[in-house]
């Protein structure tokens, strides 16, 4: 039961455009999203937050939408640079684990073309 | 500063032996936890702690697997009669709290191949 799903393995764009990632979820009882990027041999670095009582927020190059009625979260970058290739999870926390325990989404390999 | 760090970072062993994986989160971080992530798969949680007591172990997946931290900083993940199946990338995160402050640090993780 994946509870939260990124449906695009892989993601290619040009430099200088537009990434879009995406991400569903099906709990409602989701508190915070996150999403995290990861390099080849490296752990997950944390990259933008949003609250669930929120719809928007932005952090430079990138700005996370949250679409409750749909389930669906969104990481926009804008412009995308070669050094934005990374897998890319986002992640869910569950109001009622009483902990920051995490769900992952199983990530996105975005790959920014020079 | 020193981030999270885990050692080792790559493990082969064979199927049936026991492996002892370690975890050195960043210092004055009380809550740790430890993920896995199999091949194709997302980050899936095992285990929460909060001080040296583990509140949430939830995501433990068998009774083969279990974890200690010890004075409240190291923690070690022991894999008992390991299965071809436990090969994995394992990630040990840290964050100040487990009940507040929700941004976890991650380790490099250890990469664990049973042949």
């Known amino acids: 039961d994946q509870q939260v799903k990124q449906n695009s393995p892989s993601l290619s764009v040009q430099e200088g455009r537009i990434s879009i990632l995406n991400c569903d979820y099906t709990n409602s009882m989701f508190d915070y999203f996150l999403w995290y990027k990861k390099y080849p041999a490296e752990g997950p670095t944390f990259l933008i937050s949003i609250s669930s009582i929120k719809d928007k927020n932005e952090d430079g190059r990138f700005t996370v939408f949250l679409n409750k009625s749909a389930k669906h979260l969104s990481l926009h970058i804008v412009p995308s640079q070669p050094g934005d290739s990374a897998v890319y999870f986002c992640a869910a926390i569950p109001s009622t684990s009483g902990t920051y325990k995490y769900i992952f989404g199983t990530g996105t390999r975005l790959k920014v073309l020079a | 500063g020193a981030g999270v760090s885990q050692s080792p970072s790559n493990k082969v062993t064979e199927k049936g032996k026991d492996v002892e994986l370690r975890c050195d989160p960043i210092?004055?971080?009380?809550?740790l936890y430890w993920y896995r992530q199999s091949l194709g798969q997302g980050l899936e949680f095992l285990i929460y702690?909060?001080?040296?007591?583990?509140?949430?172990k939830s995501g433990l997946p068998s009774d083969r697997f279990s974890a200690e931290r010890t004075g409240g900083s190291v923690s070690t993940l022991t894999i008992q009669r390991t299965q071809q199946e436990d090969s994995a990338v394992y990630l040990c995160?840290?964050?100040?709290?487990?009940?507040?402050?929700?941004?976890?640090?991650f380790g490099p993780g250890t990469r664990l191949t049973v042949t």
């Open positions: 995160a840290s964050s100040l709290s487990g009940t507040s402050g929700y941004e976890q640090y």
């Open positions: 210092s004055g971080h009380t809550a």
């Open positions: 702690f909060q001080g040296n007591s583990a509140p949430d």
